[in-house]
Structure formats: C-alpha cells, structure tokens
C-alpha cells in the first residue's frame, strides 16, 4: 500500500461522535487483514507490493460509522467515493445481529466477499447501537459493550474474525 502523506487527512470527514478509539483501531487491524485478502494482492504477482490503497473500492451492507471512519483511513476510500453501503448486501438469512456485516473488495477489476464470524458481535450490542434516544445507562452499558467487543476482535487473529464468502 501506498502511502502518499501530503493528502494525509486531506478531504477527510471527522471520525464519528466521541472518540471510540477501540472499535475504529479494530476496525484498522480488520482493514489491513481485508486488503491481504483481495485476489490481486502481493500474493498474486504485483511485485511483491501490497495494493494501490486508493484503488480499492468497498461495497458493504454495514452502516457503522466507526467502520467507515476506518475504512477511510486506511484506503481513503470514502473521500474518493469509493465507500458504498448498500442495504441489499445485507446476508438477511444471517439473522438481524450479523447481516450486515458483509464487505466487498474490488481492486483491479477482482474482488473479494468476506463477512464476520458468528459469534464475534453480540445481539445486545447491536440492539443499543441501533437504539434512539437511549437512556444514561444504556449509553454507559454501550461503551462495555465496545470495550469487550473491541478485546475479543483485538486478541484474535483476523482469520478468525473474517470468512471468505466470494
């Protein structure tokens, strides 16, 4: 990946609410695990080098913003409107907690699907996310919520969080 430090934080949105710094570091360790992934990797005779970060493209059914905020530090894809979230892409057969955890890598015409591990994101976490209005305690039961999310997807090795699935 190219790293181009001049357009470091240039057109970039702030990262979302409160700094919730140990999703969006996770969401960083599953960014760069991702980019290993996509078929016209280093592995697959590119020079060895990893790919071009703002030639991929990420079609996704998850909203998070904290995954976007990721996402676009990684690749820059949000600024380059390469980010899309598409609410057909949601893997609804997977129940409510993980169908929209589903990303796809283009790079160079391939790409690549991969969706989270069941068992990784739990259904409380996703229902106080999701939820308006949400009381003081709720927003405080939220944040442990992240903290244990965040530990469990930071101990483990990421091809244990992610599965190919095209």
Not at 12 to 18: D, F, I, V
Not at 43 to 55: A, I, M, N
Not at 127 to 146: F, G, W
């Amino acid at each position: 990946m190219s790293v181009d430090r001049s357009s470091c934080g240039h057109k970039t949105k702030r990262p979302h609410g409160r700094m919730q710094i140990a999703l969006p570091i996770t969401g960083v360790l599953g960014s760069f695990f991702n980019l290993a992934k996509i078929p016209a990797s280093s592995r697959q005779g590119h020079d060895g080098r990893p790919p071009e970060r703002r030639e991929i493209e990420i079609h996704t059914a998850f909203r998070g913003l904290g995954g976007r905020d990721a996402f676009e530090l990684v690749t820059r894809a949000t600024s380059g409107n390469r980010y899309h979230v598409d609410s057909g892409l949601e893997r609804t057969e997977r129940g409510s907690v993980l169908a929209r955890y589903y990303f796809v890598f283009s790079y160079r015409g391939r790409s690549v699907a991969l969706q989270i591990r069941e068992g990784l994101v739990r259904e409380e976490f996703v229902t106080l996310e999701h939820k308006a209005n949400r009381t003081k305690d709720e927003d405080e039961r939220l944040e442990v919520l992240k903290a244990e999310m965040s530990a469990r997807l930071v101990d483990a090795p990421c091809e244990e969080i992610y599965d190919i699935v095209g």
